[in-house]
């Protein structure tokens, strides 16, 4: 089935008519197509309004949910992890409805989860399991999580450790080590200061940092070892604030939430663009001459991965920066990059297809977080890229990657990850066809991701 972008997208149009939320539309679509062959393109150049983030969509449905107050979400992300957290709250008795595409009003139940008993499938939603999965080693309830084969692969000891020491029961159902898993009331005290271990993981933090209010006693959660992703950590924090708790910070790796800490709403919350979907369309700037502007993150975001754009910079490409908005444009040439990405990981998936058309070999370090991501991250990576091409070495937590001395068309596997559908896009820029296969992997974070390709970029002449 060759990819059609005119027919795909009349489908699109004429199923939402029929559809009430435009994002099923193409869902419905893609699910009839087992590829999408992308023709050689010679440019990219245009706007692009990003759905909002993931990371931020999952954590402030959660933290709606344990206020006091109704809090209205807008710009919320509709994708497949945002359905999933949704689901699991109507399932513990939270009341929400969805106001239109992109704005959902949540109903809070003050930290006091209506049900107390309930199974909850939340497929391969890493940020939804880990943080429902300490929120609710606190609620006083009896709950089974388990999630599809992949997150049941995906460890998860080091935030079940620390939830055990702060006075969670919780059972393994499985592998010792990995979801399902089952959770129970405790009656042991939690004592004050909980170790947690920060480098396989920045969501175990993240999940106990939301949940220790719920507590009810002074908590200091100190990191042991390296902390990775620790923008992400910090995201969580902004919008605890927000939310009305502060976390006394003291040093990079100790964070103490005081008894008595509660949450209420700000009664309206937006949702910033998704930071690293960003890097796809930024990328294809720097790639594709450009200029490519991205609506909906700028210099007054709070995501790390905005910091991508630095990384173009750095790179060889032209960047220009607003409040609300980010433009790339391709410089002389790209330049290839040795760099630490911890605080990147996601974004920096983007940098190994840059290195595909930069001069020089890049490395991609202190990645291993990659291996414990929807896929082996690094392994696939590595597959991949050989394909188009490029000499890869694959190392426990690096790439290091040497561009093609020319490009091959192929047919890129995904994983079901959505980055990697997104990603390997990028590479049909350099005028060979690509074909992308279980495209709908993308509903993940991003149902619409395709459309919005289409429309910034311009096929080679036939």
């Not at 009430?20 to 869902?27: E, F, K, L, T, V």
């Not at 992109?102 to 880990?130: D, H, I, K, M, S």
């Not at 927000?242 to 976390?247: D, L, P, S």
């Not at 919350?269 to 930024?282: K, M, N, P, Q, R």
Request: aromatic letters at 6%.
């Amino acid at each position: 089935m060759r990819y059609n972008p005119r027919l795909y997208f009349i489908i699109c149009r004429t199923l939402r008519l029929d559809v009430p939320h435009g994002a099923n539309s193409c869902r419905i679509v893609q699910k009839m197509m087992p590829f999408l062959d992308l023709p050689p393109l010679a440019a990219a150049q245009g706007t692009v309004s990003l759905p909002g983030s993931k990371s931020l969509s999952n954590r402030i449905l959660l933290l709606a949910a344990l206020s006091e107050g109704e809090t209205r979400i807008v710009r919320l992300l509709d994708s497949d992890d945002t359905r999933v957290m949704l689901d699991g709250l109507a399932q513990l008795g939270v009341g929400w409805e969805r106001v239109g595409d992109n704005e959902v009003r949540v109903q809070g139940c003050a930290g006091v989860f209506p049900r107390r008993e309930a199974g909850l499938y939340l497929g391969n939603a890493g940020t939804a399991f880990r943080s429902l999965t300490a929120v609710l080693a606190f609620a006083g309830g009896h709950y089974r999580l388990s999630g599809n084969a992949r997150m049941h692969e995906r460890p998860i000891r080091d935030l079940v450790d620390a939830l055990r020491l702060a006075g969670a029961h919780i059972d393994y159902l499985g592998a010792e080590g990995y979801p399902p898993l089952q959770i129970s009331p405790s009656a042991e005290a939690a004592p004050a200061r909980v170790p947690v271990r920060g480098n396989v993981s920045s969501q175990f933090l993240t999940g106990l940092l939301l949940a220790a209010p719920l507590s009810g006693r002074d908590i200091s959660l100190v990191v042991d070892g390296e902390l990775i992703s620790r923008p992400y950590v910090d995201i969580t924090l902004n919008l605890m604030r927000r939310f009305g708790v502060v976390v006394d910070s003291r040093g990079p790796d100790e964070f103490l939430v005081s008894a008595g800490a509660k949450y209420h709403s700000p009664g309206r919350i937006e949702v910033e663009g998704d930071a690293s979907s960003a890097s796809y369309f930024l990328a294809a700037g720097a790639i594709g001459g450009g200029p490519v502007r991205v609506e909906g993150v700028g210099r007054n975001s709070i995501q790390g991965d905005v910091r991508f754009a630095e990384v173009l910079a750095q790179m060889g490409a032209i960047i220009d920066y607003e409040d609300d908005a980010i433009t790339a444009s391709c410089g002389e040439e790209l330049r290839g990059v040795d760099a630490d990405f911890n605080h990147i990981p996601d974004a920096a998936m983007t940098v190994a297809i840059l290195a595909l058309f930069a001069r020089g070999e890049s490395r991609l370090r202190n990645i291993g977080s990659w291996r414990v991501k929807e896929t082996d991250r690094i392994a696939a990576m590595a597959t991949e890229l050989r394909k188009v091409g490029a000499e890869v070495e694959a190392g426990p937590d690096f790439l290091r990657i040497v561009p093609p001395h020319c490009f091959l068309p192929a047919t890129i596997d995904t994983y079901d990850d959505h980055r990697m559908a997104m990603c390997f896009s990028l590479v049909a820029l350099a005028g060979v066809p690509i074909r992308i296969n279980d495209p709908q992997c993308v509903n993940k974070t991003f149902p619409h991701y395709f459309e919005a390709f289409e429309a910034i970029v311009r096929p080679e002449p036939a």
